[in-house]
C-alpha cells in the first residue's frame, strides 16, 4: 500500500497529514507514506524529520489584489504551475501510489489535479469552517472530500456527500488529566489563563495581553501563562519592563509543554485556527477568540463562529480588540465558573475525538476499492 500526501505552507495544513501518516503506519508498518510539497515551507522541515520520502514542487500562490507589483507575480505564478503540474505529474507516474489525500495549501492543487487526470483515487481533507480555493476547484473531481466542519459544505459544489471527520489531535493532548497537568505545573486551585498568539507570535494579541497582565498583575487571583512567539518576546518583555512580575504569571518566547498547559487551562485565548480550535474542543476548553484577520477568505472567523454558536467561545474580531476589551471579557468569564463550566462543557460536545480513525477508514475504502 503507497499513500501520497500533498500540502503545506503552514502547520495547520501539513500536521493533519503526519497524523494520518503515523496513524496508518502504526496500522501497517509496511506501508509506504510520500510527501509532495515545496522545498522553501514548513513541510520541508517537518516531514523528512517523520521519515517519510519527500519530493518538492515550485509553486506559487496567486495574488487576488490587482496592482502592477502582484500582476508581476501573478504571471511568474502560471509559469511555475504549468511546471509544477509537469512535475506533479512526472511523479505520480514514478512513484504510482494506491491514493493521493490532500490536506489543503496552493501546493496539493497540481497534485491532486493530475492524480484526478491519472485515475488515482484522491480524497481532499478540509480543516476549516470556509474552504480554500483548492479545495473549492478540487472538490467536485475527489473520490472523497473530508471536512472537518460540516459548515464548509455549504461553500462547495460536490457531486456526493462530504464525510465529516473532525481534525486530528496530537495524542498527547489526550493522554493527561487537568489534575495531573496542575500538579505538574506545581498550581493551586486558583484558576489558569493560557494566551498564545502563535509560533511566530501576533502582535495585537501580545499589545493586548499586556494590558490584561497589567491589570491582574499582583492580586495573585489566577495563574497566567502566555507565549509570546518568536517576534514578539522582546518587544513584550520591553512592556513589562516597567513593573514587577508576579510568581503567577508567566511569559514565554514558546509554549513547549503545550499538553500540559492547555489541559491545566480554565480559560484559554488565542487566535482561531483549524487545529488549534479542535484542541480547544477535545480538551474541553472555555476560550476567547481573536481570529486572524490576514489569511485567506478571513476563515478564522468562519471557524471561531462554529465554536461561537456552539456556546463554547466568545470572540473578540482583531478591528475590536483593546486591552480594555479583553479585560472585560476576561473579567466576566474568569470570575463566573458556572458559565465557564457550561462553555467547557460545550467544547466537549462538540469534539470530534476520533478524526484519525474516520480519516483512515476513508483511505482504506478507497484502497479495497469497498
Known amino acids: 500500500m503507497h499513500i501520497l500526501f500533498a500540502g503545506g505552507g503552514t502547520a495547520g495544513h501539513i500536521n493533519p497529514a503526519l497524523a494520518v501518516a503515523g ?14 510539497g515545496t522545498a522553501e515551507k514548513l513541510e520541508a522541515k517537518l516531514v523528512p524529520e517523520k521519515g517519510y520520502d519527500f519530493y518538492t514542487i515550485d509553486v506559487a500562490g496567486f495574488q487576488r489584489k490587482i496592482t502592477p507589483k502582484n500582476i508581476v507575480k501573478n ?11 509537469s512535475d506533479s505529474k512526472r511523479f505520480l507516474k514514478e512513484l504510482k501510489p494506491d491514493v493521493v489525500v490532500g490536506t489543503g495549501g496552493y501546493v496539493s492543487g497540481p497534485v491532486l ?34 471536512l472537518a466542519m460540516p459548515e464548509a459544505e455549504k461553500h462547495l459544489k460536490l457531486t456526493k456527500k462530504p464525510v465529516i471527520t473532525g481534525n486530528p489531535i496530537r495524542g498527547e493532548l ?35 495581553v499586556t494590558e490584561l497582565i497589567k491589570w491582574h498583575n499582583g492580586t495573585d487571583k489566577f495563574y497566567h501563562i502566555h507565549g509570546t512567539g518568536k517576534a514578539g518576546y522582546e518587544t513584550m518583555k520591553e512592556a513589562l519592563s516597567g513593573i514587577t512580575l508576579s510568581e503567577t504569571v508567566d511569559v514565554r518566547e514558546y509554549i513547549t509543554d503545550m499538553d500540559v498547559c492547555m489541559a ?26 481573536i481570529p486572524s484577520p490576514y ?9 471561531a463562529m462554529t465554536l461561537k454558536r456552539a456556546g463554547a467561545a466568545d470572540i ?33 460536545k462538540s469534539a470530534i475525538l476520533n478524526a484519525n480513525e474516520r480519516i483512515y477508514e476513508i483511505i482504506m475504502k478507497l484502497y479495497t476499492g469497498a
Open 113 to 146: 489535479k493530475e492524480a484526478q487526470k491519472l485515475g488515482i483515487k484522491t480524497a481532499i481533507h478540509e480543516q476549516n469552517a470556509f474552504p480554500g480555493v483548492t479545495t473549492k476547484m478540487l472538490a467536485a473531481g475527489a473520490d472523497c472530500v473530508m
Open 75 to 85: 504571471i511568474s505564478a502560471v509559469k511555475k504551475a504549468v511546471v509544477a503540474s
Open 316 to 348: 473578540i474580531e482583531e478591528k475590536d480588540l483593546t486591552g480594555e476589551k479583553l479585560i472585560d471579557t476576561v473579567s466576566m468569564l474568569i470570575e463566573n465558573p458556572t458559565k465557564l463550566s457550561r462553555m467547557s462543557e460545550a467544547a466537549k
Open 23 to 36: 496513524y496508518i503506519k502504526e496500522r501497517h508498518p509496511d506501508a509506504k507514506i510520500s510527501y509532495i
Open 295 to 303: 489569511v485567506a477568505e478571513n476563515h478564522q472567523f468562519h471557524n
Open 264 to 289: 491545566a487551562a480554565d480559560l484559554v485565548i488565542c487566535r482561531a485556527g483549524a487545529i488549534t480550535l479542535g484542541e480547544l474542543q477535545a480538551c474541553g476548553k472555555p476560550s476567547v477568540l
Open 174 to 208: 489526550l493522554k493527561i488529566t487537568k489534575a495531573e497537568a496542575r500538579q505538574k505545573l506545581g498550581l493551586d486551585n486558583r484558576p489558569l489563563i493560557l494566551s498564545f498568539g502563535g509560533s511566530l507570535g501576533a502582535r495585537r494579541v501580545n499589545e493586548a
